[in-house]
Structure formats: C-alpha cells, structure tokens
C-alpha cells in the first residue's frame, strides 16, 4: 500500500513529466483561450484523485490523458448546451448576421466532418504523436477498435479530399 506522500511524488512526476504535452494535447482541441483552463481542470481532478494515479510512469501518463480527455468530453458538452442557446436566441432575432470566413485548411475541415470518435483517433495518432495502442488506451477502447476507427477514418478523409492511393 503507498502511503500519501508516494502518490504525491508519483503525480508530481507524472506531471512534471507531461504538462506541456497535455497543454499542447488541449490546445490542439479547443484552441489558445480555452485551454489553459482546461489544463487547470484536469490539474484539479488529478489532484483530487491522487489515490489513483499508477506507479508506472507510462501508465500515470496515459492516465493524465485520460483525464484530460474527460475534461474535454465536459467541455464539448457545455459548447453544445451554450450553441443551442444561442441558436434559440438567433431564432428570435430579426436581422440576419452574415456568417464569418473559414479560415481552417482542407485538412481540418475534413477531419471536423468526421464522426467524433473518428476524428478523435487521428488527432491522437497524427497530431499529438501517440501509437494507436496508445490512442486506445486513452480512449478506453479495445485496440482492435482503435485499428478499425483509424482504418475507416484515413478512408473517409482520403475521400473527403480527393485522395487517390
């Protein structure tokens, strides 16, 4: 059994040790302003839950992911409730705003039309550099799944942007 300080040290490291991967992780997702603060949260969470961060550091790693990966999960939830207020506001609101330029690229685009779960694996393959074993740890799927998702999602992108193999 570890005592308080051993999962304290164990976290301390674990974080020392990924912090600027689980900003870069966040900011990836939901931009420069929100991330910090999301950062913040799943500080938070971890420290509340410090009982269970792993004695292996790879696996204390995975698990920060894990968390951050719920606290974004919250996020995205709080955008959909907010976007569905402002929709019901816009609804009753007489004058038309014209919409503003897309600035993303043909590639963020087309991983932004993807199914959520799709989109989700390659982001953590392509764009933070984890295995798709890693990736589906993360996400708490059987990696076999995460092979099928990641197959059918560079498919769908290769079709969305006219590539041919």
Known sequence: MRSVADHTQLLTAALRD??????RYLHRRVGADDAPDLLGETLLIA???????????????MWLFGLARGTLLNHARGQRRRLALVDRIRSH???????????????????????????????????DGFTLAQAAEIIGIPA??????????????????????
């Open 18 to 23: 990924s912090n600027g991967d689980l900003l």
């Open 47 to 61: 420290w509340r839950r410090v009982d269970d961060v792993p004695a292996d550091p790879q696996q204390a790693r």
């Open 93 to 127: 609101v007489t004058s038309a705003v014209a919409a503003p330029a897309d600035d993303g690229g043909d590639v963020r685009d087309a991983i932004a039309r993807l199914k959520p779960e799709l989109a989700e694996i390659i982001q953590l393959v392509h764009w």
């Open 144 to 165: 076999a799944t995460a092979r099928s998702r990641y197959a059918r999602a560079k498919e769908e992108l290769r079709a969305a942007l006219g590539v041919t193999v």
